[in-house]
C-alpha cells in the first residue's frame, strides 16, 4: 500500500489544485518554490520536492517551537490548524522563511529540508551495506580489531563499527579466555541485553536449557530469538575452550541471499515481506519454564524504499502456520523454498574456526549463523546486545546508521 502512497505522492504535481504563487529563488541558490492550495513544491538541488503545510508548522525549529538543547519539539502538534497555509513565503540566504497566521514565522535550511524530504528518503538507503557471499568477504581482506587497541583507542572502535555496519559481522582478536573479558569487549560496543538465558551466559553441550544448541549436534543456518516480538539485534559469540574437532561456526549474509530472491523472483519476496509468521519458544524442564511468542514477516523492509532491515529465519522454532489462509499457504512455502535455496548455496557460506581469543559480533538482523557438529568439550560464552546503542554508537562517530 505504501508503495502505490509514493507513486502518488510523486504524482501529485498533476493533481494540486489552485496554485497561488509561483517564485524563483536567488540564483547561487539554485532553487525554485512554488506554493500550492495544500503544500509547498521545491525545486533544489536537483530533486523537485513537496512540503506539506501542517509539515512544515510541526517542524517549525524557532525556539518556541524547538528546544535545541535537548533536541525535542516544543511545539503541541495536536494544536496545529489542519487548515493551516502560509501568510507569506520567502528565501532568505540560502533559507525558507514562512510567515503563518499570527505572525510566527518558520525559517528553514534549503539544504535540511532537501535531506529530510519524502523524495530524498525515498531514493537513499538507510544504512548503506556491502552484500556478500564467501568470495565477495575473503577478497574484502577486512582485519579483525585486535584487543588492547580496541579497549583503548577510539579510531580502532569506529572502524570496527564500519565493518559491523557494512557487513554485518565484525571481529576482536585476542581477547583473554575469559567471561569477563568477554564481557568487557561487549561493554566497549553496546549495552547487554538480559534474556531468559540470562546476561551473559557460557555454556556447553549438556541440554541444560530446552535448546538443540545445547548439544553437540549440527545447526542449520539460523537467526536468533526469532520468537522475541523484537528479535535480539546483536549475537556475541567466544569460544573459551575446545578440546576436540569440528565445530566451525557457520555464517551467511541473509540480505545477499534474499536480495537474490527479489531480482529472481519479486512476487516471492512480496509474499515473504507481507505475511506475518508465528515463532515459539517453548521450554519446560525442571528449572525454566518458558512459552514466548513472536509474530512477524519472513523478510521486513522499510516501506517507503522497499530497503530490507530484519530477516526473522529459524526452521527450528517456526511454529503452526496458521496465520495465512488456505489459498496462500502452497505459495508461502514456495517462496520459502526459493529463499532457502538461496540461503543453502555453498557459496555463500563463509565458515569460521571461532578459536579461544576470537570474539564475533553478528547482526542478528541479517547474518544467519550455524555450526558443525563436534566431539569433545567445547565451551562458549557470549550475549545478546542491544541493537538501538549500537547504532548509536556508530552515530556519534559520524556513520550513517
Known amino acids: 500500500m505504501f508503495c502505490r502512497l509514493h507513486r502518488s505522492v510523486l504524482r501529485q504535481a498533476q493533481l494540486l489544485r489552485g496554485v497561488s504563487r509561483s517564485t524563483a529563488l536567488p540564483r547561487r541558490a539554485c532553487a525554485t518554490f512554488r506554493t500550492h492550495e495544500e ?27 524547538y528546544n535545541s538543547k535537548t533536541n525535542q519539539r516544543n511545539l503541541d502538534t495536536g494544536s496545529i490548524d489542519l487548515t493551516i497555509r502560509p501568510e507569506s513565503t520567502r528565501v532568505e540566504e540560502d533559507h525558507l522563511v514562512i510567515t503563518w497566521p499570527g505572525g510566527h514565522m518558520s525559517k528553514y535550511s534549503l539544504s535540511w529540508l532537501a535531506e529530510n524530504s519524502f523524495e530524498r528518503k525515498y531514493q537513499s538507503a538507510v544504512q548503506p551495506r556491502i552484500l556478500w557471499d564467501s568470495d565477495i568477504y575473503k577478497n574484502a581482506n577486512i582485519t579483525s580489531s585486535k584487543w588492547d587497541t580496541f579497549m583503548s583507542c577510539d579510531d580502532e572502535l569506529k572502524k570496527f563499527l564500519q565493518n559491523y555496519l557494512l557487513y554485518g559481522i565484525a571481529f576482536v582478536d ?39 544448541a545445547y548439544s553437540q549436534l549440527a545447526l542449520d543456518r539460523h537467526t536468533d530469538t526469532s520468537y522475541f516480538q523484537e528479535p535480539c539485534g546483536i549475537q556475541v559469540f567466544h569460544c573459551l575452550k575446545h578440546e576436540g574437532t569440528g565445530g566451525r561456526t557457520l555464517l551467511v549474509d541473509g540480505f545477499y541471499a534474499a536480495e537474490k530472491l527479489r531480482q529472481s523472483s519479486p512476487e516471492s519476496f512480496e509474499l515473504l515481506a507481507q ?41 527450528y522454532d517456526r511454529s503452526v502456520l496458521n496465520t495465512i489462509p488456505h489459498d496462500v499457504v502452497q505459495r508461502w512455502y514456495a517462496a520459502h523454498r526459493e529463499l532457502t535455496t538461496e540461503l543453502r548455496r555453498p557459496e555463500n557460506e563463509l565458515w569460521v574456526k571461532l578459536t579461544p581469543g576470537k570474539v564475533v559480533f553478528i547482526d542478528n538482523w541479517r547474518v544467519l549463523h550455524g555450526r558443525e557438529s563436534f566431539t569433545g568439550l567445547r565451551q562458549l560464552c557470549g550475549c545478546y546486545l542491544t541493537r538501538d546503542d549500537v547504532l548509536s554508537a556508530a552515530r556519534c562517530f559520524g556513520l550513517q546508521a
Open 174 to 212: 585476542d581477547v583473554p579466555t575469559t567471561v569477563e573479558a568477554t564481557e568487557a569487549v561487549t561493554q566497549r560496543v553496546s549495552l547487554i541485553r538480559e534474556t531468559t538465558y540470562g546476561r551473559m551466559w557460557c555454556f556447553t553441550s549438556d541440554f541444560s536449557r530446552g535448546d538443540t
Open 39 to 65: 503544500c509547498l513544491e521545491l525545486h533544489y538541488g536537483g530533486t523537485q520536492m513537496y512540503f506539506n503545510y501542517v509539515w512544515l508548522r510541526d517542524h517549525c525549529l524557532s525556539a518556541a517551537s
Open 275 to 315: 505475511v506475518p509468521v508465528k515463532h515459539d519458544y517453548i521450554e519446560n524442564t525442571d528449572r525454566h519454564q518458558n512459552h514466548i511468542t513472536g509474530i512477524g514477516p519472513v523478510l521486513n523492509v522499510y516501506p517507503w524504499n522497499n530497503e530490507m532491515y530484519l530477516i526473522r529465519y529459524n526452521n
